[in-house]
Nanobody, 128 residues
Framework: LVELVESGGGSVQPGGSLRLSCVASGYSYPPFTCMGWFRQAPDKEREVVAAINSAGDTTYYSDSVKGRFTISQAGAKTNLYLQMNSLKPEDTAMYYC????????????????????WGQGTQVTVSS
């Protein structure tokens, strides 16, 4: 059973930073074809924030976070991170870790349907 567990969320003032972590268990080979972070604010659809391909050499960022967030992997590419800097109130949302073993996951635009494993989410609140 594949399990994704996120951590690192919390409350921070505008301009602050947080680092989200995601640990995947129950799966090791073949590697996930892609992994990513999504977020969902109240009364809004879940949207992709950042993603990384299986080789770990190509990343994607939504326009709203480009230049402020950095996605990275570690270990056997089962650990995923999201460094979030210069946080804004509009970044407030539940953040979800996602992974996929679909061969065609890395297609743009990236969508929820490309990912078949999901974490339970970690809340990020940016407020003064």
């Amino acid at each position: 059973l594949v399990e994704l567990v996120e951590s690192g969320g919390g409350s921070v003032q505008p301009g602050g930073s947080l680092r989200l972590s995601c640990v995947a268990s129950g799966y090791s080979y073949p590697p996930f074809t892609c992994m990513g972070w999504f977020r969902q604010a109240p009364d809004k659809e879940r949207e992709v924030v950042a993603a990384i391909n299986s080789a770990g050499d190509t990343t994607y960022y939504s326009d709203s976070v480009k230049g402020r967030f950095t996605i990275s992997q570690a270990g056997a590419k089962t650990n995923l991170y999201l460094q979030m800097n210069s946080l804004k109130p509009e970044d407030t949302a539940m953040y979800y870790c996602a992974a996929s073993n679909f061969l065609d996951c890395w297609r743009h635009p990236l969508q929820m349907s490309h990912f078949n494993f999901w974490g339970q989410g970690t809340q990020v609140t940016v407020s003064s």
